[in-house]
């Protein structure tokens, strides 16, 4: 008798580890279109928005690349 088997396709996002949603780092993951696909908890508060206002929205929205970073001189 042979058994049926299904697989569930579950996006990328679902798959990361709950550590990382708790490290001290603000980790964000992006598609190939630079849109926020998952947020840490430390990422969302240097933003200060909920991970549900910003998935789906473009990283551009909420960083200026322009701007010199830390260190840059």
Known sequence: ???ATTET???ESAHVDVRLHELPAAVAEVDQDAVISYANR???ELIGAEAAQLVG???RSFIDFDLPMEGDR
């Open 9 to 11: 396709s579950v996006p």
């Open 42 to 44: 430390r990422f969302c």
């Open 1 to 3: 008798m042979a058994h």
């Open 57 to 59: 929205r473009p990283l």
